[in-house]
């Protein structure tokens, strides 16, 4: 099934993709991509469609830092896509991942934001991935309590700490959100 462009989760992104453009102060290209199909097969992924969109990035823009950010399974299609060719970021909030996904992505910054009250991804997943992630990369935990999957009740929170981490890491400058900080200074888990 393909996906439309009025689904709430393609419509969730939009305040997202606006904070981490306002966030990078005209230094950072922001582009969300519509996943080809609904869901995840073994066939065609949305971690394929995230390979094909970063080579079309590439192909335009030449071999600049790239910063993936994604909702649910975005998030677990930006965690498989870490390390990609320029991916130098990864956040993925409230990611619908298995314990055992796993990707190499040596030198890469990854943030999982996940809220506590999530009862369609399990937070506990995500942090096994953090885990395996963490082998080959700088991975943190933020746990957002009362966070939904929706990200909706603490939006300004998601949002927020989604956009300064890619800008901080992409940009290399000092963050402004105080979770981020930490996390920029070797902190792997939050509890906010």
């Given at each position: 099934m393909m996906v439309s462009p009025t689904q709430l989760s393609v419509l969730r992104m939009i305040p997202i993709a606006g904070r981490i453009r306002r966030a990078g102060a005209g230094r950072l290209a922001v582009f969300r991509l519509l996943n080809s199909t609904r869901g995840w097969d073994t066939r065609h992924t949305p971690a394929d469609d995230a390979r094909w969109a970063m080579d079309r990035i590439r192909e335009r823009f030449g071999n600049l830092p790239i910063g993936l950010v994604g909702h649910s399974l975005g998030g677990r299609a930006a965690l498989?896509?870490?390390?990609?060719?320029?991916?130098?970021?990864?956040v993925a909030l409230a990611p619908w991942v298995y314990p055992e996904d796993s990707?190499?992505?040596?030198?890469?910054?990854?943030?999982?934001?996940?809220?506590?009250?999530?009862?369609?991804a399990d937070p506990d997943r995500a942090a096994a991935v953090a885990r395996n992630l963490s082998r080959t990369a700088d991975v943190a935990v933020i746990m957002v309590e009362g966070g939904s999957h929706s990200m909706l009740r603490h939006h300004?929170?998601?949002?927020?700490?989604?956009?300064?981490?890619?800008?901080?890491?992409?940009?290399?400058?000092?963050?402004?959100?105080?979770?981020?900080?930490?996390?920029?200074?070797?902190?792997?888990?939050?509890?906010?």
């Open positions: 498989l896509s870490a390390g990609a060719p320029g991916v130098r970021s990864v990707a190499s992505a040596p030198g890469r910054k990854v943030l999982v934001v996940h809220g506590s009250a999530d009862r369609i300004a929170v998601f949002d927020g700490i989604a956009a300064d981490f890619t800008a901080s890491v992409l940009l290399d400058r000092p963050p402004h959100e105080p979770a981020v900080e930490r996390v920029l200074e070797g902190e792997t888990f939050l509890q906010i």
